[in-house]
């Protein structure tokens, strides 16, 4: 059966047998996910280990400082040469390079969060230059889109874990406030203490009010939960698993948690000193605030007390007119500080890669040693050279053979050639790219007034991003559910893009005049796959379509565009 006579064979079965049907056959519909063998050889831990302190062996690294500055095309370079000596000692030969399509569709979906049209695709396709795939990364890093689509993953990764149903109405603010610092290329640090050191409001704030509250929101306020989301977002560690107990894997104690905790203590006061605008309003709440008995904490269920105190050991020194949140958001991004470029820069590579250096993600204190250290250290060290610049890592990454690589690997896919980055890995779209894609590739408008559109076009993004935006799996690993699937099959927003009057994308395809059946499949193709058919598709399609007679030809198409808009090929960035 081909996959566009599913939808047929769906609507003829009942409800108990489809399902069954689904239980049985399901999994074949979709694409397996590639998971790769997070196993590490037991000596490379024991050598992790036996060096002691993640803190101090990160510290013990050679300092930025003492680095020759590389421009992002001398610094891919160098990634390429670290990464093919590790692909030859490993013995694994890397997967060929993409071609022009599959790069433009994944190159549009990791900087701007969506597939290109088909005037995009076949622009770049059709290009001659011989640059041609790093004048298109630098041509996308222009748009503002880009700044959308990195506020919207920064946003997931803020709010990770939050069940907080009263931030939900201020996740739109954060985007803005998110949105603002990226469309100006915001240095990374400068960001975070931005974040750090934000005013914080109790009340909701205006949905098109720029805020970073929904990060606060998220963790209730409380010292605890600020100081884990902190600690996990900006230096890439599990602190919170220390909160009861010392850590079990790492090295951090229980009492260096609620020493981090503390310079979270009475946030909301300290907010409310730094709106009043004026050094004597701070000062005057000294006694609140400032580094004295006041500010400690008493550890739950113990008598212990403890006052704000760095995680290097180190007590904060205090000016007078200066918040806990400063203090701390200042000994965060010190480029002294071995853990803030390298979270920033492990993070960087897992969103282009689907996998970081060290992995998974925010555990560089529990992963083991990252998978490429001289690779890791280099990226780190031009980062803090480069003034944190962001945009500078996307060039220097993008331009790499390894993020050109196909993810259909050389002979026999096999998980070492992922662990040294020798293939791309399949990934799972966030509901973010999904639905922006889904409306790219469909034409997707609500219908109504203005007013009813914004709120129609808002809850459909919301559908997408509950159904699709699962931040506790990494994208490599997470299976298609039924629930997910039901949605993209028989869901009301696929139901209408492949229906030749309420849709918009089809109903123009479909009633060309100037295109014969195999131009139509064609350009069904290059809409949702951002490719041409190979000949086997092209012929089968064409006998289905042309099978149907004129009567149902567009039926035919339409089943052709579900299939599509179902496969594998669509829903995974690859």
Same mark, same amino acid.
């Given at each position: 059966?081909?996959? #566009?006579? #599913?939808?047929?064979?769906?609507?003829?079965?009942?409800?108990?047998?489809?399902?069954?049907?689904?239980?049985?056959?399901?999994?074949?519909?979709?694409?397996?996910?590639?998971?790769?063998?997070?196993?590490?050889?037991a000596?490379?831990?024991?050598?992790?280990?036996?060096?002691?302190?993640?803190?101090?062996?990160?510290?013990?690294?050679?300092?930025a400082?003492?680095?020759?500055?590389?421009?992002?095309?001398?610094?891919?370079?160098?990634?390429?040469?670290?990464?093919?000596?590790?692909?030859?000692?490993?013995?694994?030969?890397?997967?060929?390079?993409?071609?022009?399509?599959?790069?433009?569709?994944?190159?549009?979906?990791?900087?701007?969060?969506?597939?290109?049209?088909?005037?995009?695709?076949?622009?770049?396709?059709?290009?001659?230059?011989?640059?041609?795939?790093?004048?298109?990364?630098?041509?996308?890093?222009?748009?503002?889109?880009?700044?959308?689509?990195?506020?919207?993953?920064?946003?997931?990764?803020?709010?990770?874990?939050?069940?907080?149903?009263?931030?939900?109405?201020?996740?739109?603010?954060?985007?803005?406030?998110?949105?603002?610092?990226?469309?100006?290329?915001?240095?990374?640090?400068?960001?975070?203490?931005?974040l750090?050191?934000?005013?914080?409001?109790?009340?909701p704030?205006?949905?098109?009010?720029?805020?970073a509250?929904?990060?606060?929101?998220?963790?209730d306020?409380?010292?605890?939960?600020?100081?884990?989301?902190?600690?996990?977002?900006?230096?890439?560690?599990?602190?919170q698993?220390?909160?009861?107990?010392?850590?079990?894997?790492?090295?951090?104690k229980?009492?260096?948690?609620?020493?981090?905790?503390?310079?979270?203590?009475?946030?909301?006061?300290?907010?409310?000193?730094?709106?009043?605008?004026?050094?004597?309003a701070i000062?005057?709440?000294?006694?609140?605030?400032?580094?004295?008995?006041?500010?400690?904490?008493?550890?739950?269920?113990?008598?212990?007390?403890?006052?704000?105190?760095?995680?290097?050991?180190?007590?904060?020194?205090?000016?007078?007119?200066?918040?806990k949140?400063?203090?701390?958001?200042?000994?965060?991004?010190?480029?002294?500080?071995?853990?803030?470029?390298?979270a920033?820069?492990?993070?960087?590579?897992?969103?282009?890669?689907?996998?970081?250096?060290?992995?998974?993600?925010?555990?560089?204190?529990?992963?083991?040693?990252?998978?490429q250290?001289?690779?890791?250290?280099?990226?780190s060290?031009?980062?803090?050279?480069?003034?944190?610049?962001?945009?500078?890592?996307?060039?220097?990454?993008?331009?790499?053979?390894?993020?050109?690589?196909?993810?259909?690997?050389?002979?026999a896919?096999?998980?070492?050639?992922?662990?040294?980055?020798?293939?791309?890995?399949?990934?799972?779209?966030?509901?973010?790219?999904?639905?922006?894609?889904?409306?790219?590739?469909?034409?997707?408008?609500?219908t109504?007034?203005?007013?009813?559109?914004?709120?129609?076009?808002?809850s459909?993004?919301?559908?997408?991003?509950?159904?699709?935006?699962?931040?506790?799996?990494?994208?490599?690993?997470?299976?298609?559910?039924?629930?997910?699937?039901?949605?993209?099959?028989?869901?009301? #927003?696929?139901?209408?893009?492949?229906?030749?009057?309420?849709?918009?994308?089809?109903?123009?395809?479909?009633?060309?005049?100037?295109?014969?059946?195999?131009?139509?499949?064609?350009?069904?193709?290059?809409?949702?796959?951002?490719?041409?058919?190979?000949?086997?598709?092209?012929?089968?399609?064409?006998? #289905?379509?042309?099978?149907?007679?004129?009567?149902?030809?567009?039926?035919?198409?339409?089943?052709?565009?579900?299939?599509?808009?179902?496969?594998?090929?669509?829903?995974?960035?690859?």
């Amino acid at each position: 059966m081909r996959p #566009y006579q #599913y939808k047929r064979a769906w609507q003829a079965l009942g409800t108990p047998t489809a399902w069954l049907f689904f239980f049985f056959a399901g999994p074949l519909l979709v694409l397996p996910w590639v998971r790769a063998d997070d196993a590490r050889p037991a000596t490379a831990d024991k050598q992790w280990d036996a060096k002691g302190d993640l803190y101090q062996l990160l510290a013990s690294a050679k300092p930025a400082s003492d680095v020759e500055s590389l421009s992002a095309e001398q610094l891919a370079q160098q990634i390429d040469a670290i990464l093919a000596d590790a692909w030859k000692t490993s013995g694994v030969a890397a997967a060929p390079l993409t071609t022009d399509a599959e790069f433009v569709r994944r190159v549009y979906l990791d900087l701007i969060g969506r597939i290109p049209s088909v005037a995009e695709t076949l622009a770049f396709v059709d290009d001659t230059r011989a640059d041609k795939r790093r004048q298109l990364v630098e041509e996308l890093l222009g748009r503002g889109a880009w700044a959308a689509h990195f506020a919207n993953t920064w946003r997931d990764m803020l709010l990770a874990g939050s069940a907080n149903p009263e931030m939900r109405a201020q996740v739109s603010s954060l985007e803005s406030w998110l949105r603002l610092r990226f469309s100006v290329n915001m240095p990374y640090d400068r960001m975070a203490r931005e974040l750090m050191t934000a005013e914080v409001r109790s009340a909701p704030t205006s949905a098109i009010e720029p805020s970073a509250a929904a990060f606060y929101q998220a963790a209730d306020f409380k010292p605890e939960l600020l100081a884990a989301s902190t600690t996990r977002v900006f230096l890439g560690i599990q602190l919170q698993c220390a909160q009861c107990h010392d850590h079990p894997f790492a090295s951090w104690k229980r009492q260096q948690f609620w020493q981090m905790a503390a310079f979270f203590k009475d946030t909301q006061a300290e907010s409310a000193a730094q709106a009043e605008g004026s050094v004597s309003a701070i000062t005057s709440l000294k006694a609140l605030v400032g580094m004295g008995d006041a500010d400690a904490l008493t550890i739950p269920e113990t008598k212990i007390v403890v006052k704000p105190l760095f995680l290097d050991g180190t007590s904060p020194s205090r000016k007078p007119d200066e918040t806990k949140r400063q203090i701390l958001a200042k000994w965060i991004t010190t480029s002294d500080n071995p853990l803030f470029a390298r979270a920033a820069v492990n993070r960087l590579w897992d969103h282009f890669f689907g996998r970081g250096l060290v992995h998974p993600v925010d555990h560089l204190d529990t992963a083991g040693p990252p998978s490429q250290p001289q690779l890791f250290d280099e990226l780190s060290q031009q980062f803090v050279l480069h003034g944190y610049d962001m945009k500078y890592l996307i060039r220097a990454i993008t331009a790499t053979r390894a993020y050109q690589l196909s993810s259909q690997a050389a002979g026999a896919p096999n998980e070492k050639q992922l662990l040294v980055f020798a293939r791309m890995p399949l990934r799972r779209m966030s509901g973010d790219q999904l639905y922006a894609s889904f409306v790219q590739a469909t034409g997707f408008q609500p219908t109504g007034t203005a007013a009813q559109q914004v709120q129609l076009e808002s809850s459909a993004r919301d559908e997408f991003q509950a159904r699709f935006n699962d931040t506790s799996v990494p994208r490599t690993e997470a299976p298609t559910t039924i629930l997910q699937a039901l949605a993209l099959m028989n869901g009301r #927003y696929v139901t209408e893009a492949t229906d030749v009057i309420q849709s918009r994308v089809f109903a123009a395809v479909a009633t060309a005049p100037y295109l014969d059946t195999r131009g139509r499949i064609e350009l069904l193709f290059l809409t949702a796959l951002s490719r041409r058919p190979d000949a086997g598709e092209l012929e089968d399609l064409s006998a #289905y379509v042309t099978a149907a007679g004129s009567r149902g030809e567009k039926r035919a198409l339409a089943d052709a565009f579900w299939s599509l808009l179902n496969s594998a090929e669509f829903v995974l960035n690859h």
